[in-house]
């Protein structure tokens, strides 16, 4: 039987903030364990959370970029429940009063399908605990770090409008971009600043009724979110054709045995015993704020593909390279400005400017894009070759040298003087006396040779052209005395 899927998802963000959601702890990734802690995020006895204004100002403006309506009056609540990552055993969320509801995502495929978000709440992260094993079902002892503890969340929830794996990959690729344009977190899954629990339910073919609802945790990456949706439509459509029963559960995905295994039975909204924080007020936004904030947001990722079609004249497959590296983006938009063969401008940047910033750990929008034009601009006029502009580029955008005066002292000029060029080839053909007589059989392979003969000892310098001409030329009268 073919059954209707049915996916609705919980992205948890981290807000791109220096201090954490309550206190003025750092936010830093990767500092010594337990070094960012104070009596707030560790809620000891007489610490009182204060709100840091620009983690709202950061959910704000996400809430806007996702079409919500934001609430001018919402407050925080208590979480309880007891895991060893969480040092009050409560979590300072919102509940019932969150910070924004009722938004949509449009997605650029599929005639632009609409999904619903149902809100977007604030709240504090908790620890991280770090298992001693494979996963937290197989640890033989777990160690907590609490740095993490207390920084701002923002939680994303759509309604249960996703109806494949697929489509919630896609989702989830455009919720980050739209998040990384605006600068509301920096999405950096492997640092845990982005998280998403799936909510996956199979439907009987004809029949509106939502099946069982399975959570999935532990999806610490676009590629698991997809492969752990994937196996539970295999598990639950096969206990469903089975004549079994699919049950209300939290599961964890294994990725090493690519497996969801059970956790525990899903929780209701009860058992948390959600009461609001007594410790902090309401919060109260001005309408002037928040068009304050509105007026900050950028193109969408959508409207930015479609700009740079009409604009760049790209096609569809360079566009999504370009706007999936908004550091990228930022440097092709730049360069774009003083350099109009768009075309040659998006290979370069994609190509070598990407290469350039992966192997030296850098953004794209940190390199100077005036270097690749004038770069282009050499090259155009026949100043230099493809290869040495390659080794001009990496050179002027890692030291900040000046593309010409490399150019210059290094002597990496086309060498087109007909008359060094021919005692090269005369001594080449000398030298090569077979590839010679192959060429002038009709051999293709040698004249690609003695080229690489000659270009090989000019450092890639030579005018390929010429070179191919004179060694016509030599070789002729070398075959033909």
Not at 237 to 255: N, P, Y
Not at 278 to 298: F, G, H, K, S, Y
Not at 367 to 373: F, N, R, S, T, W
């Amino acid at each position: 039987m073919s059954y209707r899927t049915v996916i609705g998802l919980e992205i948890h963000v981290e807000l791109k903030t220096d201090s954490k959601m309550f206190c003025g702890c750092s936010t830093t990734f990767g500092s010594e364990p337990n070094s960012h802690c104070c009596p707030v995020c560790l809620g000891l006895p007489g610490s009182l959370p204060v709100v840091n204004r620009r983690a709202l100002e950061k959910g704000i403006k996400a809430a806007l970029a996702l079409n919500c309506t934001v609430e001018k009056n919402s407050r925080f609540d208590r979480k309880n429940y007891f895991y060893p990552d969480l040092p009050k055993a409560y979590q300072i969320s919102q509940y019932d009063v969150p910070l924004a509801h009722g938004g949509y995502m449009e997605l650029g495929y599929d005639g632009g399908k609409k999904v619903s978000i149902q809100r977007c709440h604030l709240e504090e992260e908790a620890g991280k605990l770090i298992h001693a094993g494979n996963s937290i079902m197989e640890a033989d002892y777990s160690l907590v770090d609490y740095n993490r503890a207390g920084i701002p969340l923002l939680e994303i929830v759509t309604s249960p409008d996703l109806q494949s794996p697929e489509e919630a990959h896609y989702f989830l690729n455009e919720l980050r971009l739209l998040l990384l344009y605006n600068e509301v977190s920096d999405c950096r899954m492997e640092e845990g600043s982005l998280r998403c629990d799936a909510n996956i339910s199979l439907a009987a073919p004809g029949l509106d009724e939502l099946g069982a609802k399975v959570e999935v945790k532990n999806l610490n990456s676009f590629k698991a979110v997809k492969a752990a949706l994937e196996y539970e439509v295999g598990r639950q459509a096969q206990i469903l054709s089975s004549g079994g029963k699919i049950t209300q559960e939290t599961r964890h995905w294994d990725g090493q045995q690519k497996i969801t295994l059970f956790m525990r039975g899903k929780e209701d909204a009860s058992d948390y015993r959600y009461f609001p924080e007594p410790d902090l007020p309401p919060l109260q936004l001005e309408d002037a704020w928040i068009e304050e904030i509105r007026n900050t947001m950028v193109e969408t990722p959508e409207a930015r593909k479609k700009r740079y079609r009409k604009q760049y004249g790209l096609d569809e497959g360079e566009v999504e390279i370009l706007v999936n590296h908004p550091d990228l983006c930022i440097f092709f938009e730049q360069a774009a400005g003083k350099y109009t063969n768009y075309r040659k401008l998006y290979n370069w940047s994609a190509g070598e400017i990407l290469r350039i910033a992966h192997e030296h750990h850098l953004s794209a929008d940190r390199l100077e894009p005036y270097i690749l034009v004038e770069i282009l601009q050499i090259l155009d006029r026949g100043d230099i070759n493809r290869g040495v502009a390659k080794e001009v580029l990496e050179e002027a955008l890692l030291d900040g040298k000046n593309p010409s005066r490399i150019v210059e002292e290094k002597n990496l000029e086309i060498i087109g003087n007909v008359d060094v060029l021919e005692e090269l080839v005369k001594k080449v053909l000398q030298e090569n006396p077979q590839a010679c007589r192959d060429y002038m059989e009709g051999k293709k392979k040698a004249l690609e040779f003695l080229v690489g003969q000659i270009m090989a000892r000019t450092r890639g310098r030579a005018d390929p052209s010429a070179v191919r001409k004179l060694i016509e030329e030599q070789a002729h009268r070398a075959y033909y005395p």
